[in-house]
């Protein structure tokens, strides 16, 4: 039987059904802490990577799965003092190398692509260019929309994170990382 994965903080950039719904109703800690909807220039990315990381930090937290955290966080939160170097995972709905960044399911269907997929990867300052963990592929059908699409990655996201995470806590844990 797998073992449970422990939250200890459900952190979200904007409002949204993980903070709403899920830990209020399970009755975990939660923090709201809002960036700009639209990154202008006036986006102090290092500045709230550095909030980030503290909120994290005084919360106990040493491994973070994200998902539909829609920030790149900087350099600060992966390197120096505090630092969640390697422990940062995300996934990613297309079979990375293939189709980085916020469109990758426009952006599968534009290009055609008779198959895309899900990636779990370790979550690096550079956009979803850190080590691959895990993938899985996902038929791409010729009447799909991007919201069905996105939709079926999804469902196979529901598991392979899950399980992904799993292991890769097993590992940290082997190595006394964790």
Do not use: W
């Amino acid at each position: 039987m797998a073992k449970k994965i422990p939250i200890g903080l459900v952190l979200a950039d904007r409002p949204c059904r993980g903070i709403d719904e899920v830990a209020v109703r399970a009755g975990l800690p939660h923090v709201l802490l809002p960036r700009p909807r639209k990154f202008r220039s006036t986006f102090e990315r290092e500045v709230y990577t550095g909030k980030v990381r503290d909120v994290l930090y005084r919360n106990g937290v040493t491994l973070v799965v994200m998902a539909g955290f829609m920030t790149l966080f900087g350099r600060e939160i992966f390197y120096g003092e505090k630092n969640f170097d390697r422990r940062i995972l995300n996934t990613h709905p297309s079979l990375l190398p293939a189709f980085k960044g916020h469109y990758a399911v426009r952006d599968a269907l534009e290009y055609g692509v008779k198959v895309t997929g899900c990636t779990i990867h370790v979550a690096t300052e550079e956009l979803d260019a850190g080590p691959i963990l895990a993938q899985e592929a996902v038929p791409v059908y010729s009447d799909d929309t991007e919201a069905v699409l996105h939709e079926r990655i999804k469902d196979v996201e529901r598991v392979l994170y899950p399980k992904t995470v799993q292991e890769y806590l097993y590992v940290l844990e082997s190595a006394g990382l964790f």
